[in-house]
């Protein structure tokens, strides 16, 4: 059983976060990539990680590392992501620069 958690391990890859001008990306080297259009984020906050998921959340979950915040985006159209991650306020932070229109 501990060669089979080996192989899964080694086969998921590391889960990987990107963010840029238009998108946030959370993927990793073998699974499919989820993309977030940054114009499309209506707020983001840290909160503390709800990791029992309710039969009829409206959110979607995406677990890096395992921690007790979670960074919540709450787009536009209603959905909200909440992605498990160290350092929240880093990213909260970033993705606060991007949507927020700077004033020069």
Request: net charge positive.
């Amino acid at each position: 059983m501990g060669v089979i958690w080996v192989f899964a391990g080694l086969l998921s890859g590391r889960t990987k976060l990107t963010i840029n001008d238009e998108f946030l990306t959370i993927g990793s080297d073998l699974w499919t990539y989820v993309k977030i259009r940054i114009p499309k984020i209506k707020n983001v906050i840290v909160v503390e990680a709800n990791l029992r998921r309710k039969k009829n959340a409206k959110f979607e979950k995406h677990k890096i590392d395992s921690v007790k915040q979670a960074v919540s985006i709450m787009m536009k159209n209603g959905k909200t992501y909440q992605i498990i991650i160290k350092e929240p306020e880093i990213i909260k932070d970033e993705l606060e620069k991007r949507i927020t229109p700077s004033t020069v």
